[in-house]
């Protein structure tokens, strides 16, 4: 399609517009858009295994940027280990309930923010929660007696164990980059 110049020129140029189907017109700029938007669907994407009654999955891993989006499937009764993140993640619940203690405050609907630095854990309620969660997976593992730290993970590591652990159940990883 296209249009007339400014000024009533006869030259003809690219219109800004493009009509998809009858009656219906789109801008160019919007077409872009969508052809640049990453997406994909999470059902396509198998839940890992990590040993303790908790599964994950990599929606979207940009460590050079310390952004990932990760889902969390959560056994009744799950409780991680305990540790603190250097930078702040986000999470939000889609189903269960959940806290960083044994009264489960977090339920479908419930926004958290992690804060850098705060000593925590996971604790999962009586049936299966599933968590949204985006941030750097940067964190410490710290032993509760003394306070020190035991373990690190960060996004290389992160990234290294759920290639592994794809490996060890027989998946290609697959999520937005």
């Given at each position: ?22 009656g219906?017109?789109v801008?160019a ?12 669907h ?91 969660f ?35 159940a ?8």
């Open positions: 399609m296209t249009s007339r110049l400014a000024g009533g020129a006869n030259e003809l140029t690219p219109a800004p517009f493009v009509i998809i189907e009858k219906t017109v801008s700029s919007l077409i872009q858009e969508v052809a640049t938007t990453l997406h994909l999470s059902t396509e994407l198998p839940y890992i295994d990590l040993g303790f009654g908790m599964s994950f999955r990599i929606l979207h891993a940009r460590p050079k940027e310390s952004l990932f989006v990760t889902q969390i499937l959560a056994e009744p009764f799950t409780e991680s280990h305990t540790h603190r993140h250097h930078i702040g993640n986000f999470g939000f619940t889609l189903r269960g309930q959940w806290g960083h203690d044994k009264r489960y405050l977090y339920g479908p609907g419930t926004y958290v923010f992690e804060t850098p630095g705060v000593v925590h854990q996971f604790f999962n309620g009586p049936e299966v929660s599933e968590i949204l985006s941030g750097n997976p940067s964190l410490e593992f710290i032993d509760v007696e003394s306070g020190e730290v035991t373990g690190r993970n960060n996004s290389d590591t992160m990234l290294e164990r759920y290639h592994e652990l794809c490996r060890e027989g998946v290609r990883p697959a999520y937005l980059e």
